[in-house]
């Protein structure tokens, strides 16, 4: 399921990446930022590391815990129960870290924000679709995740890149399958 799921997301960025070429507009400028030195990847990386320690340790965990908000058995099943799983899981999150980060905020978030006149809809919208397609681990997952596709809107807005983003979101997403695979043994 887990390179099904890489093939579907590479597909997307394909698409966009085509439609980008299109209208001569690069990839790079949609990620947009740069690391020309050194301590502009650790600028991000810092920032990636506070955004997932503030926002998602402490902002969406206690939103979890008052809405009452647990994986469901279905997701408790993806999660990585041997070597191969994780190293498969560790590759699935680097391909979400860049693709979620390329299709929601850097292709929608743009779209919806040009459709409707307004950089903070675009942001909200796009969280909107980026919690519908969590919808796999119920409602109110699908919230919390929602808002979490919102705060990482708000990211990328304020820093003008994806880079962020995205190096929270491989994060993220590495820890929480490395701690589940530990966590169920």
Request: charged share 15%; glycine share 12%; hydrophobic share 50%.
């Amino acid at each position: 399921m887990y390179v099904l799921v890489m093939i579907m997301e590479w597909a997307v960025v394909a698409f966009i990446w085509y439609g980008l070429h299109r209208r001569s507009v690069r990839m790079t400028d949609l990620i947009s930022g740069g690391w020309r030195r050194p301590v502009h990847f650790l600028r991000d990386l810092g920032i990636a590391v506070g955004f997932i320690l503030i926002f998602g340790g402490g902002v969406l965990q206690g939103l979890g815990y008052l809405l009452k908000a647990a994986p469901p058995q279905a997701m408790r099943a993806m999660m990585p129960h041997s070597r191969a799983d994780l190293i498969l899981w560790v590759m699935l999150s680097l391909t979400a870290g860049f693709c979620e980060e390329v299709i929601h905020r850097g292709y929608l978030q743009r779209q919806f924000a040009a459709l409707t006149n307004s950089g903070a809809a675009g942001i909200v919208l796009q969280g909107i679709v980026f919690g519908l397609g969590h919808g796999y681990q119920g409602r109110k997952l699908m919230l919390i995740i929602a808002i979490y596709g919102i705060l990482f809107g708000c990211l990328a807005h304020w820093r003008r890149s994806l880079r962020p983003g995205m190096i929270a979101h491989c994060l993220q997403d590495t820890a929480g399958g490395i701690l589940a695979r530990y966590l169920m043994r």
